[in-house]
T-cell receptor, first 111, second 115 residues
């Protein structure tokens, strides 16, 4: 039972355009959501998070949107840069315990 | 400040053997979590330790075990290895418990191949 779903295994975006990565979840008890970025041969790196009391959180080029009624969150990267090519994991937790990760979306930034 | 280190980085074992992986957290971090990453399942939570006590455990068989030492270093052990245990094993550390709200820092992982 996949509680956190990233339905797009890969995504290609032109450099300079907006990248939108999507994530759906099934557990309505999730109250904290995170995005991680992973380069090959490295561990995931924390990118941005959002609490369920908010619907948007911004950090530089990265913005996460949360739609609780749809159980959907998205990560927007504007503008996309070559260094953004990586695998992005969406994750969620209940009360800060036991993070559940999605399977990841591989983002390719095209020159 | 040194990051999370994991040893060994690569390991090849045969079915039925056992293996021990090691993780040294960032200095001052007391929480260590372990994850298994496979292409088909993504990142799956194994267990979390804090102050030498297991706080949380994922849905893995009892062949997977771990422990944490007084210096916060952690080991995980897999006994009676199966082919399906081939994966990247990631360790993450954080300052406090409640891994979902405190930033976790991941190590580079140990790539285990079971033949």
């Amino acid at each position: 039972d996949q509680q956190v779903k990233q339905n797009s295994p890969s995504l290609s975006v032109q450099e300079g355009r907006i990248s939108i990565l999507n994530c759906d979840y099934t557990n309505s008890m999730f109250d904290y959501f995170l995005w991680y970025k992973k380069y090959p041969a490295e561990g995931p790196t924390f990118l941005i998070s959002i609490s369920s009391i908010k619907d948007k959180n911004e950090d530089g080029r990265f913005t996460v949107f949360l739609n609780k009624s749809a159980k959907h969150l998205s990560l927007h990267i504007v503008p996309s840069q070559p260094g953004d090519s990586a695998v992005y994991f969406c994750a969620a937790s209940v009360g800060g315990d036991k993070i559940i990760f999605g399977k990841g979306t591989r983002l390719h930034i095209l020159p | 400040k040194a990051g999370v280190t994991q040893t060994p980085r690569y390991l090849i074992k045969t079915r039925g053997q056992q293996v021990t992986l090691s993780c040294s957290p960032i200095s001052g971090h007391r929480s260590v979590s372990w994850y298994q990453q496979t292409p088909g399942q993504g990142l799956q939570f194994l267990f979390e330790y804090f102050s030498e006590t297991q706080r949380n455990k994922g849905n893995f068989p009892g062949r997977f075990s771990g422990r944490q030492f007084s210096n916060s270093r952690s080991e995980m052990n897999v006994s009676t290895l199966e082919l399906g245990d081939s994966a990247l094993y990631l360790c993450a550390s954080s300052f406090t418990v409640g891994q979902g709200t405190d930033t976790q820092y991941f190590g580079p992982g140990t790539r285990l191949t079971v033949l």
